[in-house]
């Protein structure tokens, strides 16, 4: 199986862009999707399919792609955005996998 | 409305087999499309995938714990069952069950998750 590397952290400021990239060597073959996790909650996806916003999803979250990584962007960083984010892909076997997850600090 | 709910015991002991149910609603398992995966997270780390089951049945393990790992069904009532043998403390984890989208597809909806300690 294969693996996809994130930051372990990255801070900003409220109201600054928020930009977690996560790489992997698969990853131009399969789309990646992202999930956000506050403390004690269950992981919620906020991009599917590269660039998707799941309904209810606020317009601040985005996602993009170039070559072996994707980013995922928060734009207008609020405190509720404080959390740990995860991408995720799978590869042609059917089988998946998940980022070493980033932690998002609001100054 | 989809839900999801893990069930199972809160306490393991070393070399136990471990059994855990997701039973779900909002969905059915026979719809084309419409896979149920479990996916677990060790205390302050990362998420780890572990098995996915499809609508025609097919299963999809993890590489590194396909050997301990069975994953099945049951449509009519509902749940997914997933059984780990030869527990051992490092699997000590919270164990989430999700509904995954089609195949290579999205984990859109989650449970809450199923706190579960390996330990004599």
């Known amino acids: 199986s294969y693996e996809l590397t994130q930051p372990p952290s990255v801070s900003v400021s409220p109201g600054q862009t928020a930009r977690i990239t996560c790489s992997g060597d698969?990853?131009?073959?399969?789309?990646a999707y992202w999930y956000q996790q506050k403390p004690g909650q269950a992981p919620v996806l906020v991009i599917y399919?590269?660039?998707e916003r799941p309904s209810g999803i606020s317009e601040r979250f985005s996602g993009s792609r170039s070559g072996t990584t994707v980013t995922l962007t928060i734009s207008g960083v609020q405190a509720e955005d404080e959390a740990d984010y995860y991408c995720?892909?799978?590869?042609?076997?059917?089988?998946?996998?998940f980022g070493t997850g980033t932690k998002v600090t609001v100054l | 409305q989809v839900t999801l709910r893990e069930s199972g015991p809160a306490l393991v002991k070393p070399t136990q087999t471990l059994t855990l149910t997701c039973t779900f609603s909002?969905?059915?398992?026979?719809?084309?499309?419409?896979?149920v995966s479990w996916i677990r997270q060790p205390p302050g780390k990362a998420l780890e995938w572990l098995a996915l089951?499809?609508?025609?049945?097919?299963?999809y393990y993890s590489t590194s714990l396909k050997t301990r790992l069975t994953i099945s069904k049951d449509t009519s009532k509902n749940q997914v069952v997933l059984t780990m043998t030869n527990m051992d403390p490092v699997d000590t984890a919270t164990y989430y069950c999700?509904?995954?989208?089609?195949?290579?597809?999205?984990?859109?909806?989650w449970g809450q998750g199923t706190l579960v300690t390996v330990s004599s």
């Open positions: 089951i499809d609508w025609a049945d097919d299963k």
């Open positions: 995720q892909s799978a590869d042609s076997s059917g089988t998946y996998v």
């Open positions: 999700a509904r995954v989208l089609g195949s290579r597809g999205e984990f859109d909806s």
């Open positions: 399919k590269d660039n």
């Open positions: 909002g969905f059915s398992l026979s719809t084309s499309g419409m896979c």
């Open positions: 698969a990853l131009p073959k399969q789309y």
